[in-house]
């Protein structure tokens, strides 16, 4: 099935490629539809693939579609990865609260019962 729908999505691609509208915004309208509506990675296969002559404004338009759509995943991974290293470093701060205060404690501690117990 997987083979299929993989064909499927190529050959609709191709197929828009070769739609003609009246207008050339038309055209433009239905490949962005066509490219924002296909799978990323199906829609990265298909740009890889030699390309005929006359389809090459179509794979401009796709290809402009497929540049934004990955910007805008590496935009999104990037952000995860700035809240999960900022979470990091809270917790490690907090961690270093901890640790220097049992030190202190301890140390205090010892301190004070050193001259409390001293004959």
Do not use: H
Not at 67 to 90: D, H, N
Not at 100 to 111: A, D, R
Request: net charge negative; glycine share 6%; charged share 30%.
């Amino acid at each position: 099935m997987k083979g299929a729908e993989e064909k499927g999505w190529q050959e609709r691609l191709l197929l828009a490629c070769n739609n003609e509208a009246d207008t050339q915004e038309e055209e433009e309208r239905y490949f962005r539809e066509v490219a924002e509506a296909a799978p990323l990675d199906e829609l990265e296969l298909f740009l890889d693939k030699p390309s005929a002559r006359y389809t090459e404004s179509a794979r401009a338009v796709m290809r402009q579609v497929y540049r934004t759509r990955m910007e805008e995943i590496r935009r999104r991974e990037a952000k995860a990865a700035a809240r999960s290293e900022w979470w990091w470093g809270l917790l490690q701060q907090a961690w270093a609260q901890v640790v220097s205060g049992m030190i202190v404690g301890v140390l205090s501690g010892l301190v004070a019962g050193w001259f409390v117990f001293s004959p």
